[in-house]
């Protein structure tokens, strides 16, 4: 957070990035807006019909408190798969690099394109 504060060029492009994309048309400099983006296997068996998709997405909205807005994203498998391969990849990052900043930069970017 405290890049996010300090570093103009951060802002925009993560915290507008981020933002643009889960409300179209409406980005901010608010680095303590509350998101969670929920994942979710469009290829599951209970979630084939359109009719049980939009009564598990009101029940994520519904029991998600009410200073946090819900990102459902529907994801294939493909899809899924790259987010989580580079989820790990960021957690294994050596912790000893020097440009480690930048590199998780870029990565962090490249996820939040895969989830928003």
Not at 18 to 31: L, Q, R
Not at 60 to 74: G, Q, R, S
């Amino acid at each position: 957070m405290q890049k996010a504060t300090e570093d103009s060029a951060y802002k925009k492009s993560v915290i507008h990035y981020s933002t643009e994309a889960i409300i179209p048309g409406y980005s901010f400099d608010d680095v303590y807006s509350n998101f969670i983006t929920y994942a979710i296997p469009a290829w599951a068996k209970p979630f084939q019909g359109d009719t049980n998709r939009s009564r598990f997405e009101m029940q994520l909205i519904e029991n998600t408190p009410a200073h946090i807005f819900a990102n459902i994203k529907w994801m294939e498998y493909e899809e899924l798969l790259q987010a989580v391969n580079l989820y790990y990849d960021i957690l294994l990052l050596p912790k000893n690099e020097k440009d480690i900043a930048d590199i998780l930069y870029d990565m962090q970017k490249d996820l939040l394109k895969i989830l928003l």
